[in-house]
């Protein structure tokens, strides 16, 4: 069962976003500058259960964000406080913008009505990158966030979705970190205090019945 709060009191189609954090060929794709996280992705089920997300978001009118982290070959505006940024700076693979690094990775499919945010800086998809100010011109009032990792952009972005006003929906089996024991420690521990954690089968069937009573002209549950 979803803990913190009842997913059908939360899931309006209309007042829900869909937010896939860094799920970019470069990151969680076969020629990934970071494999470890990259097969922890795939071997759990997390990349397919996001691109299932995104697939019933389509379906049922939900507004998808993929949030993709890149830099450009000079590395102008990059970070370089922390050693994160600057072991980035070494990898073999760069996430550099317009290469095939920063596309978002299959089996996810970006639908024309999706938004793409791109970040140059920091760690958080959601601060300082504009998501804020298109949550609030979408009427968002949750925010689900899938993707990678969840050793640092995951809760970022969860963080930053509560401390903006936002309710946060985290798929437990749609986010993945590296390793696999630290991703539940990190959802047990920490994510279920602030956020709603369920699974991807919860959250498409909430967003399924919503769907389905807002076609009948019905109230929300």
Known sequence: MPSYERLDDLLDPVS???LTVECQQGVVGPDSALPELARAARSS???????RLVAAAHETGVQVIHAVAERRPDGRGASRNARLFRAAERLP???????TAVRVAPPIEVAEEDFVVRRLHGLSPVHGTGVDALLRNLGCRTLVVTGV?????????VFD?????????????????VP???????LRNTLALVATVATTD???????RAH???RAGLRPA
């Open 16 to 18: 829900t976003v869909l």
């Open 45 to 51: 089920g997390a990349l397919h259960n996001v691109a």
């Open 93 to 99: 693979v760069q996430q550099l913008s317009g290469s």
């Open 149 to 157: 990792s969840a050793n640092v952009a995951v809760p970022n972005a």
């Open 161 to 177: 979705a509560v401390n903006l006003g936002y309710t946060a929906v985290v798929p437990s089996d749609a986010v993945a970190g």
């Open 180 to 186: 696999a024991e630290y991703t539940r420690a990190m």
């Open 202 to 208: 919860e959250v498409i069937g909430c967003l399924g």
């Open 212 to 214: 389905a009573r807002r």
